[in-house]
């Protein structure tokens, strides 16, 4: 059983960064990818980044290639999320999520079975 646990967040001045953590436990069975989703009030969740947990390959959505740089840390067993020239529409509830989905469906949530608590990011102008 996968559990995953998030840390970071909080409030960003312009030009800020930020980053978030989530570790996760059971991971090391084959297969698994781990990805960012955020949330905003009324709305879907919306993918953000991905990477491999073995092969540590990356993928982004395009409003945040550039800005936000997905990694992790098998050691540590944690992924993170670097944030930076955050923007107000980047402001979300931000999930992990981990799952075994195949490339052309990295970015639906219905692909991933495990998700952390939720963390809030806010731009603050």
Do not use: H
């Not at 978030?20 to 960012?36: F, I, M």
């Not at 999320?81 to 639906?108: H, K, M, W």
């Amino acid at each position: 059983q996968v559990q995953l646990v998030q840390s970071g967040g909080g409030l960003v001045q312009p030009g800020g960064s930020l980053r978030l953590s989530c570790v996760g436990s059971g991971l090391d069975a084959s297969g698994y990818r781990l990805a960012w989703f955020r949330q905003t009030p009324g709305n879907n969740r919306d993918f953000v980044a991905a990477i491999g947990w073995n092969d540590g390959r990356t993928y982004y959505a395009d409003s945040v290639k550039g800005r936000f740089t997905i990694s992790r840390d098998k050691a540590k067993a944690t992924m993170y999320l670097q944030l930076n020239s955050l923007q107000a529409e980047d402001t979300a509830v931000y999930y992990c999520a981990a799952g075994r989905p195949i490339l052309s469906a990295l970015r639906y949530e219905s692909m991933y079975s495990f998700w952390g608590q939720g963390t809030q990011v806010t731009f603050s102008s």
